[in-house]
């Protein structure tokens, strides 16, 4: 129901960015992660600062198995933020993952 109003409420101000990012805040919280990869691809640019989203889309390529894209997201904001810690996670999230195991 509230995916509905979302989508009604876009068809009718279409040019509203700050609708967009919360319907997409909205798929993301809600698991729905190929209909927010559709928006960030709208909304993000490859220049965008914007690092909450930048870490929607790290996340989703991580957990999509792009691993390469998911890093270059995390350097994104880590040369935006140089001293965050929100990456932390995600980052070793990619290390374990890509760690060469004897």
Known sequence: MVDAKFKKAISLSSDNKNLQKDYA?????????????????EYLEEDSKDVEFLLMQANI????????????NVAKIKEIYPETTL????????????????
Do not use: M
């Open 25 to 41: 805040r909205f798929l993301y919280e809600n698991g729905k992660l190929n209909e927010v990869e559709a928006i960030l691809s």
């Open 87 to 102: 990456t932390d996670n995600l980052s070793n999230q990619i290390k374990e993952l890509t760690a060469f195991y004897i």
């Open 61 to 72: 390529s991580f957990w999509s198995g792009d691993v390469k894209t998911a890093k270059k």
